[in-house]
């Protein structure tokens, strides 16, 4: 799978944060796993699946809801590279 990148813009800001960038790779099922660094000093890490990359959009979505505490701390920009 050769390297792509698309931009999902969350309409976010964040003082700290302006941008996450995941790393995508196709599993051999077919399904897609998506892995983002956080933190490089905690080596803290976000990581979620999708069956399609549809789903896998939406998992991204719900993941960075999950880790961030409110919609403030969020990045702006979601940077997805394939």
Known sequence: MGYKKSI???KFTHQNM???VFIVEQEEDGGFVA???VNENE???IVT???DLDELKLM????LECHFDNSEEMP??????M
Do not use: L, P
């Open 76 to 81: 702006k920009q979601v940077t997805v590279i």
């Open 60 to 63: 991204i979505r719900e993941a």
């Open 8 to 10: 999902f813009d969350y």
């Open 49 to 51: 699946e999708g069956n």
């Open 43 to 45: 080596n803290e890490q």
């Open 35 to 37: 892995e983002a660094k």
């Open 18 to 20: 302006k941008e996450i």
